[in-house]
């Protein structure tokens, strides 16, 4: 399995709010185990005691993105040790019966919780993913969704570090918000120039006629 598909479940479990528009799809055990994907055996796990333990860690893991999202880097560090240390793992290669053309096993590096419950497993594989992502490609690569009201949190792995946004969609609803912004302040200022010559006009003429009644 790879490293960074580690680093999704931190993503997954902290997108599974939405707090500026109240939305929560972590409200039952079977939305506990939908976080854990293709890993079966782990979702098994979980139990209804596990809601409320997730929601714990989900806050903690969006600590950790607001923080490097505000430009924080030790506390955002700070933050993502707190949950290492809380709940460990064990690096181990492994292979899944998995070969190459040759034969050979495809070694990787696999990472081994050992959990008393089905929030310390994921817990554990989000913290180390998400660590091994920051060391590998900065603090300033985890971000929080720039268009309002989302603030979905995202990877950057873009080759510019340019992501602002967490989906194609969210990106195109901020493109046309500032579009239509900008033609409204096109408009307020063509309206303010129309005004300002109206005005000027006015007063031209107004002098004018004041200058025919003097020469009379």
């Given at each position: 399995m790879e490293l960074a598909y580690y680093s999704d479940y931190a993503v997954r479990l902290v997108n599974s709010e939405e707090p500026a528009r109240g939305k929560d799809r972590l409200t039952s055990v079977e939305a506990v185990r939908e976080l854990f994907g293709d890993n079966a055996s782990a979702a098994r796990r979980a139990t209804e005691a596990d809601v409320t333990r997730f929601r714990s860690v989900r806050s903690r893991l969006?600590?950790?993105?607001?923080?490097?999202?505000?430009?924080?880097?030790?506390?955002?560090?700070?933050?993502?040790?707190?949950?290492?240390?809380?709940?460990?793992?064990?690096?181990?290669?492994?292979?899944?019966?998995?070969?190459?053309?040759?034969?050979?096993?495809?070694?990787?590096?696999?990472?081994?919780?050992?959990?008393?419950?089905?929030?310390?497993?994921?817990?554990?594989i989000a913290a180390m993913g998400l660590a091994f992502h920051l060391t590998e490609y900065g603090v300033d690569r985890l971000g929080l969704c720039q268009a309002p009201p989302c603030r979905n949190a995202y990877l950057d792995t873009s080759t510019n570090r340019s992501r602002r946004y967490c989906s194609d969609r969210c990106a195109t609803r901020a493109n046309v918000a500032a579009y239509r912004a900008r033609k409204r302040l096109e408009a307020d200022r063509s309206g303010s120039t129309n005004l300002t010559a109206d005005s000027a006009q006015r007063t031209r003429a107004s002098g004018e006629r004041a200058a025919d009644v003097r020469g009379r």
């Amino acid at each position: 399995m790879e490293l960074a598909y580690y680093s999704d479940y931190a993503v997954r479990l902290v997108n599974s709010e939405e707090p500026a528009r109240g939305k929560d799809r972590l409200t039952s055990v079977e939305a506990v185990r939908e976080l854990f994907g293709d890993n079966a055996s782990a979702a098994r796990r979980a139990t209804e005691a596990d809601v409320t333990r997730f929601r714990s860690v989900r806050s903690r893991l969006r600590a950790v993105f607001e923080a490097a999202d505000q430009g924080d880097e030790t506390l955002a560090v700070a933050l993502l040790n707190s949950l290492l240390l809380e709940f460990p793992v064990s690096p181990q290669i492994s292979g899944h019966d998995q070969r190459d053309e040759d034969g050979r096993p495809l070694w990787h590096m696999h990472l081994a919780d050992h959990p008393s419950n089905a929030t310390s497993g994921y817990a554990a594989i989000a913290a180390m993913g998400l660590a091994f992502h920051l060391t590998e490609y900065g603090v300033d690569r985890l971000g929080l969704c720039q268009a309002p009201p989302c603030r979905n949190a995202y990877l950057d792995t873009s080759t510019n570090r340019s992501r602002r946004y967490c989906s194609d969609r969210c990106a195109t609803r901020a493109n046309v918000a500032a579009y239509r912004a900008r033609k409204r302040l096109e408009a307020d200022r063509s309206g303010s120039t129309n005004l300002t010559a109206d005005s000027a006009q006015r007063t031209r003429a107004s002098g004018e006629r004041a200058a025919d009644v003097r020469g009379r």
